[in-house]
């Protein structure tokens, strides 16, 4: 490695080009950092005092060969932002100083004209080189048109673009600013950078970069990873591979989930890592050792093809959308699907992820991924019904697929019993348990739109979108209940009141614009009710909405009937959150496996202790 002070323009001018390699994220300096450089450069150009401003490190290593007639290439390790960012304000400089010699077009400034043709051949363009190579700036290829065009002197509408973005904003300070532009020009040319220059073959850039990154640059661990697998290759395979690494990043782009691509780097490593979290400060670290001990024994292409393939198993169970969905077993799985995320469980995507991986090698049908899934489900639900903690879901998600019998027989019924074995904290609650604790818990408060759909709507071909609709206490919430509903509730009524009013027994639905009507009205009104207006019928009666069925037989709302209606439901509710079904004496074999395994891995346990003592 070759460290050494230069200034920009001297690195510039020289008869190359700094390539941004394919595999670096696109050119992304914001507000802050455009204006601390423009801040930078007015203060040196106005103070003849300073004579130089340093403004960080540019690193590179030498790309392809080249013979005398071409254009040197310089892979850029470090230092694309403030690279781009200065050509942009030496063509807007430029433009400037031009427009300026031209401002008495009979007799223009022919000074003026130089400095502005001497910008240009000096440190944008490689005069007589043609296409890519005419630029002495070659960024990625996402910012490469956009760039190339701002050099010529077009306008581009790409309102969202940090390129044009940020040449708007040189432009509109050149002219605000009153500032002598050959000034200007002479600030530019006090700006000094560390040179480095790699040596193919003896520096390890990788190493580098992360050194050079590890305090400042916002990446993200998809950002290091990318660039710890491309970095190091020749460029002709890094063109190879990160055709396949882009349509995976494209692929997030597209389903709007690019914030995701980090948790999905975690979940893919905690599957190849064996169950094994890691946290998401040492995803990149732990990435690293994965990556270097499979590539030891395995070309990197069928590593990179391996996490392109679980990228889109991700994107297909996070995604909401149905474009997919061509069949009624497709739709049914996209509707678990939601339903799962709707639950928020995050923890659950390296399972997911895995069993889905197992129906594409068909060794589970969709039958039977739409049984586990629906099993996923319940399992989340019930436990948190019945208040059991979240803590240990991840390491009990992520290492649950190490319990499964991998075969077409046995695979389904693995499942079932690894999750009817779990014990203590672990364990999937029975449906005496469920329906006990669904009974008295505030439900009011507990994603109401997420269990209210699907009691609604189970085994419905029509689906109801609850979110159009509003949810109902029958009896009021108010705490100052009218004299008709003390009456209804009996003496015990604000007992009756505090302890049942958020239940399931006591809420359901109604169109929106129902409520208003109904508010604090007593039952038999509520039952009843007409509207006054239109004369139709809104009583609860008279609703098609499964959840107010029975409601039109009842004469009184007391603690009886909300009690009554709480059953009935909690009845409903086994249904829609199943409980896995063996027999007891599948169930018997698996438990005696459990246990054998259990008692190997304890023993091996206790010799890795006694033999860290010795």
Not at 80 to 95: C, H, P, Y
Not at 114 to 141: A, C, G, Q
Request: hydrophobic share 35%; with cysteine; aromatic share 10%.
């Amino acid at each position: 490695m070759n460290a050494q002070q230069a200034s920009l323009f001297q690195l510039l001018s020289v008869h190359r080009q700094f390539v941004i390699p394919i595999y670096q994220r696109p050119y992304s300096w914001k507000k802050r950092q455009r204006e601390q450089l423009w801040e930078d450069i007015l203060r040196v150009a106005k103070d003849p005092k300073i004579p130089s401003h340093f403004i960080g490190s540019l690193v590179y290593i030498q790309g392809k060969d080249s013979s005398e007639a071409q254009v040197s290439e310089l892979m850029v390790i470090d230092g694309q932002q403030r690279l781009i960012t200065v050509s942009l304000l030496l063509a807007a400089l430029a433009k400037a100083i031009l427009a300026k010699a031209m401002e008495n077009p009979n007799n223009p400034d022919g000074y003026l004209i130089k400095k502005s043709e001497e910008i240009k051949e000096l440190y944008l363009f490689h005069k007589f080189e043609e296409d890519d190579l005419h630029y002495r700036v070659k960024p990625t290829e996402s910012d490469k048109k956009t760039y190339f065009l701002l050099m010529d002197g077009g306008k581009i509408d790409l309102s969202e673009s940090r390129l044009t973005e940020n040449y708007e904003f040189f432009e509109k300070k050149i002219g605000e600013t009153g500032i002598d532009l050959v000034k200007l020009y002479e600030g530019i040319g006090k700006l000094m950078i560390v040179d480095v220059k790699l040596k193919r073959n003896e520096d390890d850039p990788q190493r580098i970069f992360e050194s050079l990154n590890s305090t400042g640059l916002n990446l993200s661990k998809a950002d290091l990873i990318r660039n710890f697998v491309l970095m190091g290759l020749e460029p002709e395979k890094q063109k190879d591979l990160y055709k396949t690494w882009s349509q995976m990043e494209q692929n997030f782009f597209n389903s709007k989930q690019s914030g995701h691509i980090d948790r999905f780097f975690r979940d893919y490593l905690t599957i190849k890592k064996n169950g094994i979290i890691p946290t998401f400060r040492e995803i990149y670290f732990v990435f690293q050792r994965y990556y270097v001990d499979r590539s030891i024994n395995e070309d990197i292409k069928n590593i990179v093809d391996d996490i392109y393939e679980y990228s889109k198993y991700y994107i297909y169970l996070q995604s909401t959308s149905k474009e997919d969905d061509k069949d009624a077993t497709a739709k049914s799985i996209r509707s678990i699907l939601n339903d799962i995320k709707d639950l928020k469980v995050d923890v659950a995507y390296p399972f997911l992820m895995e069993v889905y991986n197992d129906c594409i090698q068909e060794l589970i049908g969709k039958g039977g991924l739409i049984e586990i899934l629906k099993l996923i489900e319940s399992y989340v639900f019930r436990r948190a019904i019945c208040g059991i903690p979240t803590q240990g879901l991840n390491r009990i998600f992520a290492t649950l697929s190490k319990e499964l019998v991998r075969d077409k027989e046995h695979y389904l019924e693995s499942f079932k019993a690894a999750l009817l074995l779990k014990e203590s904290y672990k364990r999937f609650p029975g449906n005496d348990e469920f329906m006990r604790e669904l009974i008295v818990k505030d439900l009011y408060h507990f994603d109401r739109n997420y269990w209210l759909a699907k009691l609604e709507n189970y085994e419905d071909e029509v689906v109801i979108n609850v979110k159009e609709l509003t949810v109902e206490h029958i009896m009021p919430q108010n705490p100052n209940l009218s004299e008709n509903w003390i009456k209804e509730l009996g003496n015990n009524w604000k007992e009756i009141q505090d302890r049942y009013l958020h239940t399931i027994g006591n809420l359901t639905l109604l169109p929106k614009e129902f409520q208003p009507k109904y508010s604090d009205r007593p039952f038999l009104e509520k039952r009843d009710m007409v509207d006054k207006e239109t004369g139709n019928e809104i009583g609860y009666a008279h609703s098609k909405l499964r959840l107010n069925k029975g409601l039109g037989d009842i004469e009184h709302w007391n603690e009886k009937e909300i009690e009554n209606r709480a059953a009935n439901l909690s009845n409903l509710a086994v249904k829609v959150w199943p409980y896995p079904q063996l027999s007891t004496e599948i169930l018997a074999k698996y438990g005696e496996k459990k246990r054998s395994i259990t008692e190997v891995e304890s023993t091996q346990e206790d010799f890795i202790v006694d033999e860290d003592i010795d």
